[in-house]
């Protein structure tokens, strides 16, 4: 079985202050790993991807996140937080090979401060 | 590019009715998948279609829930005897499982909100 746990489910940061959301996962094999934004009342948007390679991994608007295989972590980050960041975002593991479906995290509410 | 597209986008029936949500995939994807949104329950994985092999069915909830996918594009969600319980956001998504590299992920759609009365 695979698992993604997000441990915070609200993010408070001001605009300008990096930003890190925070997710942990548990998958056996190799863990292809990604990370995805909501906007209220619209689906899911995707950011970046781990799948092989670099562990830094950069994705849209500026955002990346780092695959840490001894902690089993992929931490999402932004180095300078918009206001227009503000969103739900969502980490998602499956297991690399035949299965092909997305195991995602509680999500976690990011408000960035103007 | 034309992304996912689903229909209705909002959908209120009463218990005990059946429901049909339609999902158009981005046009040459050949996997597609629907998924569950609900306050208590988060995203769940509902069902998976692979071009021609027979579907992954094994999030499904119930025998209530069906779906099919028709000349490897569009694909239907069918909820039988809708129950209360039911009321979700149901979102699809459609990857590309072809061509060098492969891409992996997935693609959704705005998703239809059932609420069931």
């Known amino acids: 079985a695979q698992s993604v746990a997000q441990p915070e489910d609200q993010v408070n940061v001001a605009e300008g202050n990096p930003l890190t959301v925070k997710c942990t996962y548990s998958?056996?094999?190799?863990?292809?790993l990604f990370w995805y934004v909501q906007y209220p009342n619209r689906g899911l948007q995707f950011l970046l991807k781990y799948i092989t390679g670099d562990n830094l991994v950069k994705g849209s608007y500026g955002f990346e996140a780092e695959f840490n295989k001894s902690q089993t972590s992929f931490h999402l980050k932004k180095p300078s937080a918009l206001v227009s960041d503000s969103a739900l975002y969502f980490c998602?593991?499956?297991?690399?090979?035949?299965?092909?479906?997305?195991?995602f995290g509680s999500g976690t509410q990011l408000t960035v401060l103007p | 590019g034309a992304g996912v597209s689903q229909s209705p986008s909002n959908k209120v029936t009463e218990k005990g009715k059946d429901v049909e949500l339609r999902c158009d995939p981005i046009?040459?994807?050949?996997?597609l998948y629907w998924y569950r949104q609900s306050l208590g329950q988060g995203l769940e994985f509902l069902i998976y279609f692979q071009g021609n092999s027979a579907p992954d069915k094994s999030g499904l909830p119930s025998d209530r829930f069906s779906a099919e996918r028709t000349g490897g594009s569009v694909s239907t969600l069918t909820i039988q005897r809708t129950q209360q319980e039911d009321s979700a956001v149901y979102l699809c998504a459609s990857s590309s499982q072809q061509g060098a590299p492969l891409s992996y992920e997935q693609y959704f759609g705005p998703g239809t909100r059932l609420t069931v009365t």
């Open positions: 998958v056996s094999g190799n863990p292809y």
């Open positions: 046009s040459g994807h050949t996997a």
């Open positions: 998602a593991v499956r297991r690399g090979g035949s299965a092909r479906q997305l195991t």
